[in-house]
């Protein structure tokens, strides 16, 4: 017994030098077949079906072009969307040829070696140049492109007019008017929040520290450094948290609050104002607040000013892995075209990518106005590092709130400390 | 540790054997040790193929540098020895969950095994009408998918809509806000969906403990309490050691419970515990290696407890 006891520990203690955990290789397949079967995966929405006729009548187009090809279209979970993607990645033989991702995931999904690098395809595009440009940087890392914008979302201010009407409130100019609106509906109608605010509410968060002048991270000779502790944005820090409290939205309830359940508290009739995207729009519409509200750009720090947005949106990209590049990269801009964005526009109301055909698409629809004017007063981005994706989804900035509201730590205290992790994770991802 | 005790074949470890004496003869020790083993194969196969495979694997992962980029080949793995533990090690978050999941899992142990126990005395008390109903609601509760449990707890403690709160006049106190009132409630879940368990077995233990046993000691003017101190923990305690491993085992994995409840660890991550923490480093941040590590941190720390356990029974002559 005690000799193969050894045996086994010897023999555990060689496998473990002599192999290293499972890995893919290079994903590259090196072909470019121009026929067969091409697989797509876009995202499931709430409602598909007029995203599928969409998809549907472009795909009919690209077979008759393309004699012998076949698209097999797959809709899959925006939930378990992480999860299909990396397997994708693992597994190159089961991977589709075109999928559809989040912004915010390009750089992650290009430092896990996923995404095809079709710079020069995207630079030969006629249409590419009307691309706006905030659109453009969520594709492109280190200075090559790895995608097509699919489609934009951007958040401004959702209010209601008759509470506004009933109060006598102008539509606040400025942030500290919002701030002080928001204070005033609350103090005359405590069954209401103010603004309806959350602590993991990032994305609604980032106008304030980006109005303020302030930066989540600053590039930094090919890395990036946080600026989340700098003075600016620790002023927009303070002012997204001092909207915390029994005079507008009480921590206990708000700390713990996403954006998606400001949108419900405000589509509900339980707050008076709420920061929402042109994607919130179909829920607000739903609720109990419909035909009682309005949306303009959410205020900068100084009158008539607009706070600088973040903006979300999806993506189109190919495969690495892919055997039939040309095709999947001829797929993808008839899929991505000025175009389809438009019909898609029209038919889920996705903001189009290109300025020219979201002008057109606001002139249709006036509840895109303030959206659209939000996109041209110039949006931000997340910083296009594969390092983003790890300090989205350890919750550093939700943590960094969420200690500040609660009363744990000091704005200085716990910007420091998420710009501690920041720059860790920058530093271990590049 | 006493090293012959160990080295023994199974089975024969207690067996006393006078030191120097011959045991047995050569040819029935080979015989001995050949066949067990025979008939032990198929679970050991299956044994070694989910869970000794598995283990090892967590282990060789712990020791790269291994996230999604090189399990997609777009970045080559590199070895990193115990880099992975010096990190983790190195994290005061760690240290901080793991002191919070000690103190957790300690405390609902002892409200479950507590809350059982009582449960089961109680059991063999009442009538037949009321323990078929403690006992199909507690059946009810351990049939109850964990995830549904939470939510429905969350239901009821709803800050807005909660009947808890409009019944103790508490008018819209949220419960998840504050570190230990979160901490509360998922206990209070744990041990709802956990005790039923405890019950059940203890249960069918009291009632294979012979009845003159219990008449005696009742004839004595034995309490209550004295009864169960006395006479029934001590015979019971084989069946109480295995509630209170697997309990321990149990409430120091909890994950759905705390990932339902406070919404992934938490206000600022207050309410995170091990198995969670491990989650959001593996998998949420594709960190493998890193949740691998702390993976085998973890077992380490429950083959102790149990091992620290098993002991100290075996110490006390007790058989398992």
């Known amino acids: 017994m005690k000799l193969s006891v050894r045996l086994v520990a010897l023999a555990a203690l060689v496998a473990t030098a002599a192999c290293a955990p499972q890995t893919s290789g290079d994903t590259s397949s090196g072909k470019d077949e121009k026929s067969g079967t091409l697989r797509v995966w876009l995202f499931q929405e709430v409602n598909n079906k007029p995203k599928e006729q969409v998809v549907d009548s472009v795909v009919a187009e690209f077979e008759k072009a393309h004699k012998g090809t076949e698209v097999t279209v797959e809709y899959i979970p925006v939930e378990t969307r992480a999860q299909r993607i990396k397997a994708a990645f693992n597994d190159p033989k089961s991977a589709p040829d075109l999928i559809e991702y989040g912004n915010t995931d ?58 506004f009407k009933e109060l006598d409130l102008k539509v606040p100019r400025t942030q500290a008017e919002l701030i002080s609106t928001a204070k005033k509906i609350r103090a005359e109608k405590p069954e209401l929040y103010g603004l309806a605010v959350g602590g993991a509410y990032t994305y609604g968060a980032m106008p304030f520290i980006w ?44 700390a713990g609050m996403g954006g998606n359940d400001t949108v419900t508290a405000f589509a509900s009739g339980k707050a008076a104002m709420a920061i929402g995207g042109d994607f919130s729009h179909a829920a607000v519409e739903a609720g109990k607040v419909k035909g009682k509200y309005a949306v303009v750009p959410l205020p900068g720090v100084k009158a008539g000013s607009i706070a600088p ?33 438009g019909e898609l526009f029209e038919a889920m109301g996705f903001l189009p990518t290109f300025s020219d055909v979201r002008e057109q698409a606001a002139a249709k629809e006036p509840f895109v106005k303030p959206f659209v004017q939000t996109l041209e007063a110039g949006t931000k981005f997340v910083p296009a590092s594969p390092a983003w994706g790890q300090i989205d989804s350890s919750l550093v900035l939700p943590t960094m709130f969420q200690e500040i509201v609660s009363g744990k730590k000091s704005v200085a205290e716990a910007s420091g400390d998420a710009a501690k992790k920041m720059d860790a994770a920058f530093g271990s991802a590049g | 540790m006493s090293a012959p005790v160990k080295s023994e074949p199974l089975g024969r470890a207690r067996v006393p054997v006078p030191s120097g004496a011959p045991r047995t003869s050569p040819r029935r020790v080979r015989r001995r040790s050949a066949g067990p083993w025979l008939y032990l194969a198929p679970a050991l196969v299956v044994l070694g193929g989910l869970l000794a495979y598995p283990i090892y694997q967590l282990g060789l992962i712990s020791l790269f540098h291994y996230t999604q980029a090189q399990v997609s080949g777009g970045e080559p793995t590199s070895f990193q020895g115990l880099g992975n533990y010096r990190r983790l090690f190195a ?64 239901f009821l403690f709803d800050p807005d809509f909660g009947p808890v709160n409009r019944v103790l006049g508490l008018g819209d106190h949220s419960w998840t806000y504050g570190r230990f009132s979160a901490f509360f409630l998922v206990l209070l879940e744990v041990v709802w969906c956990s005790f039923p368990f405890v ?3 203890v249960y069918a233990g009291i009632r294979a403990v012979p009845s003159e046993v219990l008449e005696a000691a009742a004839l004595d003017g034995a309490s209550q309490w004295r009864i169960w101190r006395s006479v029934l923990a001590p015979m019971l305690r084989p069946i109480l050691v295995v509630v209170t491993i697997q309990s ?61 356990y098993l002991r100290l029974l075996r110490r006390q002559g007790e058989e398992l």
């Open chain 1, 106 to 163: 390009t750089a992650g999904y290009v430092k896990d070696g996923g995404l095809a690098d079709i710079t020069e395809e995207f630079g030969a595009w006629d249409e590419a140049k009307d691309t706006d440009p905030t659109a453009r940087q969520s594709v492109t890392v280190g200075g090559k492109v790895y995608g097509a914008p699919y489609f934009v979302g951007v958040r401004a201010l959702y209010y209601r007019t008759d509470v």
């Open chain 1, 211 to 254: 109005a303020h002048g302030g930066e989540l991270a600053e590039a930094e000779s090919g890395s990036y450094a946080s600026a989340i502790d700098s003075p600016a944005a620790r002023k927009g820090i303070e002012a997204y948290t001092s909207l915390f409290g029994d005079d507008n939205c009480p921590a206990a309830k708000c």
């Open chain 1, 309 to 341: 947005a973040f903006a979300g949106g999806n993506n189109l990209g190919v495969l690495k892995s892919t055997s039939h590049r040309t095709l999947a990269v001829d797929l993808m801009k008839r899929l991505a075209s000025k175009k389809t964005q």
């Open chain 2, 91 to 154: 994290d005061p978050q760690f240290w901080q969950v793991l002191s919070a999941t000690v103190v957790f899992a300690a405390a609902c142990v002892v409200s479950t095994l507590v809350v059982g126990c009582a449960l089961a005395v109680l059991l063999t008390r009442v009538r037949a009408l009321p323990r078929l109903a403690l006992m199909l609601a507690a059946l009810g509760a351990w049939a109850t998918p964990a995830i549904t449990g939470s939510t429905v707890w969350l």
């Open chain 2, 199 to 201: 019950m059940v077995t």
């Open chain 2, 248 to 308: 321990v085992i149990w409430d120091f994995k909890v994950f759905t419970q705390i990932y339902v409840m406070t919404n992934g660890g938490g206000i600022a991550g207050q309410n995170l515990v091990l198995n969670v923490y491990a989650y959001q480093q593996a998998f949420a941040s594709s960190q493998y290696s890193l949740g691998a590590a702390i993976g085998v941190v973890m077992l380490l720390i429950l083959l102790a407890v149990t091992l620290v």
